[in-house]
């Protein structure tokens, strides 16, 4: 182990990236080959993650799961199932109920140079061991000077779920958002949870995988490619689900599935929206959303968080920052209600943004514009 | 005391039926817990402030809580105290001193520490009462609570409900310690274990523990030792990862409603007459009552599910 350790003391960071670029090159080959139009079979999100997560633990030993019913109880949301009978408790931690003592001793065995992949079940707990995410995952690379780096996975779901109060709702993909040293994913359909996941055990640095209860029982056509053991999405790089040509609409996680079913609708009253399912948010594919931008001249940002300082809000000043030229209208933003989010269906639906509000605000975004007279010169 | 066990028994039954038909959404039974909950409910005094986790609606209950405002807030109608923005069985009561369900485990010990400061500050004769798990005896939270409490002499009582469970985590998994009780004794606060099934035991116990804490300004700490016989919640089916028979054992042989009742009818105060009477009586008004709340509030109730 310690041999381990000072390969990684002295390589720093120049093995890694080279790693990913061949990766890179190695994807960016076979994509050209093969389209996923091919659909080999349906998986749902949570299969997807189980499979990972399998395959993942089966490739590198150092990597062990634990967190909170993850064992013998197969995982609060199954995604664990099986995995303590495979692999042992040695691998697959049945924790006490204590997220600021067991995120603390994750980010300790992956400064020793094991790979944990920590699950809360929800990110709501997680706030419990906000001091050691921040403080000790996500700091202490940058403080040592790349000493001491942390391999960690903290996953589990995160934002609404039906009906589960405001204790169990919140979307954090801000709050991580903002903290250097983090990188954060939200995958949306099978392949990105699949490949996300993968990609984010194998990164050397403290991965935030958002999760969302809702989207576990959801079924995507996964292709042969995808199944394949090898395969893994690059973080960092947001996919264009719907190509479209007169406005832009950035989301990510549940939100995806919303934004398509916008615009479907969109579609049939003349709009063409295209459709960024962001999967990253740190870092962000700021270069894919201003190319969009650039090409649809309106944006439409949403998100199920909270409004103030969301990633609605970023993407905006990335926008205005970089293709201020080519906006013909304000940048739309449709985000969850400024409000704890209750329980009652009626006034959960009322606080959580809904297909409609996404339809209504790319209309705006469409109607409105600034005469391309004043932007001239 | 008997009769707030029986009716918390019915209670329980009646909504963990209403959920499995789909009327509420979400339920946490205390099956196995009625003598801790109504017990302790019952040697305290209205000016207690009680700070509960979520598996104590039998202290609401003996406070004065009605069935029916029970009902409110698991239908989450407009009746209901939250106004609708809470899960099912986070109740709270300003008035009978009952601090809202918080659905995070162990938030609520910190707080009451706080709460039972002012009231000494105050110089009140009354204490702050706080009840969690043995799950929750793992978290930060506790351990802050304890220490504070010691150092500050905080007339608090700490009731931790072991139950042998959290969700599937069976105490072993949780801690190595000779109990919750002995955590008390590391951090200075006076403690005891107490059968959490003898609902005599647990009266005298938490009678004491409040002379202790208000007389002498000081925490303590009550480890009632039970058995959790329902699941954790209808989001669970516990028997997938305990045996069946150990439920069953708890069940029958160990129930705390079982054993007053015995012991009551033993004494002459008690038949299976009235037994039978209350169960009826109690279960006809719980059925009615939803029936009516349900009528009541159509708007808040499921359309796809049959009446």
Redesign the interface.
């Known amino acids: 182990m310690l041999g381990f350790l000072r390969h990684r003391a002295t390589a720093g960071g120049s093995a890694v990236p080279l790693l990913q670029g061949a990766l890179q090159k190695v994807r960016t080959a076979s994509l050209s080959l093969k389209s996923y139009s091919s659909a080999a079979k349906d998986m749902n999100v949570r299969e997807a993650l189980n499979a990972a997560l399998d395959e993942e633990m089966a490739a590198d030993p150092r990597v062990f799961l634990m967190g909170?019913?993850v064992g013998?109880?197969?995982g609060?949301y199954k995604v664990s199932k099986g995995l303590l009978q495979k692999y042992g408790p040695e691998r697959v931690v049945?924790t006490?109920?204590?997220e600021?003592?067991f995120t603390g001793i994750g980010i300790g065995a992956a400064f020793y140079g094991l790979k944990p992949v920590v699950e809360f079940m929800t990110f709501?707990?997680a706030m419990?061991a906000m001091d050691q995410l921040i403080n000790s995952a996500a700091k202490t690379n940058y403080m040592s000077a790349g000493n001491i780096p942390a391999s960690i996975v903290f996953r589990g779901p995160n934002g609404a779920a039906a009906?589960?109060?405001?204790?169990?709702s919140q979307c954090y993909a801000s709050w991580y958002g903002s903290i250097p040293g983090l990188k954060v994913v939200a995958p949306y359909s099978s392949e990105d949870a699949r490949g996300l996941l993968k990609a984010a055990i194998r990164d050397p640095a403290p991965v935030i995988f958002l999760e969302n209860e809702l989207l576990y029982g959801e079924n995507f056509p996964v292709s042969a490619e995808v199944l394949d053991s090898s395969f893994s999405l690059p973080i960092g790089k947001a996919k264009i689900e719907r190509e479209g040509k007169d406005v832009t609409i950035t989301s990510f996680s549940k939100m995806v599935g919303f934004a398509l079913k916008a615009s479907e609708i969109l579609a049939k009253e003349g709009i063409s929206a295209e459709v960024i399912n962001l999967r990253s948010i740190r870092p962000l594919d700021r270069h894919k959303i201003n190319e969009s931008v650039q090409k649809t001249n309106r944006l439409v940002t949403v998100e199920e968080g909270f409004p103030q300082n969301g990633v609605g809000a970023e993407i905006c000043t990335s926008v205005v920052e970089e293709s201020f030229g080519y906006l013909d209208a304000p940048v739309e933003r449709i985000a969850g209600a400024d409000v704890?989010l209750?329980?009652?269906?009626?006034?959960e639906r009322m606080a959580l943004p809904q297909v409609e509000d996404i339809v209504r605000a790319a209309k705006r975004a469409c109607y409105r514009s600034i005469p391309m007279a004043a932007a001239a010169n | 005391m008997y009769t707030g066990m029986v009716t918390l028994q019915v209670l329980d039954t009646v909504f963990y039926e209403a959920q499995r038909q789909g009327r509420i959404?979400?339920y946490v039974t205390t099956i196995g817990e009625e003598a801790i909950n109504i017990a302790s409910a019952a040697a305290l005094t209205m000016d207690d402030l009680v700070f509960p986790q979520y598996r104590e609606p039998g202290v609401l209950l003996w406070r004065g809580f009605t069935l029916q405002e029970f009902a409110n807030q698991c239908f989450?109608n407009k009746a209901d105290y939250?106004?609708?923005?809470?899960?099912p069985i986070?109740y709270g009561s300003n008035k009978l001193n009952y601090f809202t369900v918080?659905?995070?485990?162990?938030t609520q010990l910190p707080p009451a520490v706080g709460a039972a400061y002012s009231l000494k500050m105050d110089k009140q004769d009354a204490c702050a009462v706080t009840y969690f798990g043995d799950?929750?005896s793992?978290?930060?939270d506790f351990h802050a609570a304890l220490n504070f409490a010691a150092v500050m002499e905080a007339p608090v009582i700490f009731i931790c409900r072991n139950n042998g469970w959290?969700?599937?985590?069976p105490t072993s998994?949780?801690?190595r310690s000779d109990g919750v009780a002995i955590r008390g004794q590391a951090y200075g606060v006076k403690s005891i274990r107490v059968d959490g099934n003898d609902a005599l035991a647990m009266y005298n116990t938490v009678r004491a523990a409040r002379e202790m804490a208000i007389g002498e300004q000081k925490p303590v700490l009550i480890e009632a030792m039970t058995y959790r016989v329902g699941h954790h919640s209808t989001s669970d089916d516990s028997t997938?990862?305990r045996p069946a028979n150990e439920i069953e054992w708890w069940r029958m042989q160990k129930d705390p409603v079982n054993r007053l009742r015995k012991w009551i009818e033993r004494n002459g105060w008690w038949s299976s007459e009235a037994e039978s009477e209350l169960r009826i009586d109690v279960r006809k008004q719980q059925e009615k009552l939803l029936r009516e709340t349900i009528e009541r509030h159509p708007?808040?109730y499921?359309e796809d599910v049959p009446l």
């Not at chain 1, 009906?163 to 169990?168: D, I, L």
């Open positions: 909170e019913e013998e109880y197969q609060a049945d006490p109920i204590t600021a003592g709501n707990f419990q009906g589960v109060g405001a204790q169990h704890s209750p329980y009652a269906a009626n006034l | 959404s979400f989450g939250g106004k609708g923005r809470q899960m986070h918080s659905s995070t485990i162990a799950g929750g793992s978290e930060g959290a969700i599937s985590t998994d949780q801690f997938k990862y708007r808040d499921p």
